[in-house]
């Protein structure tokens, strides 16, 4: 079936440093990825929709120079978190759309990237 | 504007006993409605999901559940709960559309008890 592979799969770095994380779509293309933020115990919280080949949309409340985001090709989509801060930890999951929607599901789901910012 | 409130942020069940998980939404359009597992540090997987057609849906893993219009819910239910079900649950909403872009509720993890 579809798979979808982000990776680092957890990443610990000292503040200030930017951090960039891949999202792939192994066998499909995907035209559309989105990005999802998870505090402990909450939910998933979408952050942006990437579009291959144009800007990222992004929620109300994402800061844009602070989450960049890449959609360079229909495999790969990155966020780059950038200078970032203790507040900027948190679980960071990446999804991507088969447009011909096999497996009969919207999204197929990385396995998401722990961000720890000390 | 589409949302999803899931009633019950912790549910405990004995092995073997039934479990029921409860979602409800609102939406303005008619709604696709998901229902996916994450289990520690790992990402979403698809349980089942409903689009159109019949309202009582099955998916993986024996669960299943059924959309009510009229109640606007989509509720979670498996007869006999299994010690690997412990996760956490989320229901969610897209619109017929079909963008593809989800909003969740706010998870309901479920624990079994031996």
């Known amino acids: 079936g579809a798979v979808v592979s982000q990776h680092p799969s957890r990443v610990i770095c000292k503040s200030g440093t930017s951090v960039k994380i891949e999202c792939r779509s192994l066998?499909?293309?995907?035209?559309?990825m989105f990005w999802y933020r998870q505090f402990p115990k909450q939910s998933l919280m979408l952050m942006a929709t990437?579009?291959?080949?144009?800007?990222?949309?992004?929620e109300q409340g994402v800061e844009k120079d602070k989450f960049l985001i890449n959609h360079a090709s229909l495999t790969l989509s990155t966020l780059t978190v950038t200078s970032a801060h203790p507040e900027d930890s948190s679980f960071y999951i990446c999804?991507?759309?088969?447009?011909?929607?096999?497996?009969?599901?919207?999204?197929?789901f990385g396995d998401g990237t722990r961000l720890s910012i000390l | 504007a589409q949302s999803v409130t899931q009633l019950g942020s912790h549910v405990s069940v004995s092995e073997g006993a039934l479990v029921l998980l409860r979602c409800n939404y609102s939406?303005?359009?008619?709604?696709?409605l998901f229902w996916y597992v994450q289990y520690p540090n790992q990402g979403l997987q698809l349980l089942l999901k409903?689009?159109?057609?019949?309202?009582l849906v099955k998916g993986i893993n024996g669960f299943e559940a059924e959309f009510k219009k009229s109640e606007t819910s989509f509720h979670l239910t498996k007869p006999s709960a299994h010690m690997s079900d412990a996760a956490e649950y989320f229901c969610?909403?897209?619109?017929?559309?079909?963008?593809?872009?989800?909003?969740f509720g706010q998870g309901t993890t479920l624990q079994v008890k031996p």
């Open positions: 999804s991507a759309r088969d447009p011909i929607d096999r497996g009969n599901q919207p999204q197929h």
């Open positions: 066998d499909f293309q995907a035209t559309t």
């Open positions: 990437s579009n291959e080949g144009s800007k990222a949309t992004y």
């Open positions: 939406s303005s359009v008619p709604p696709y």
């Open positions: 409903y689009t159109t057609g019949a309202t």
């Open positions: 969610a909403v897209s619109g017929s559309s079909n963008t593809g872009k989800l909003i």
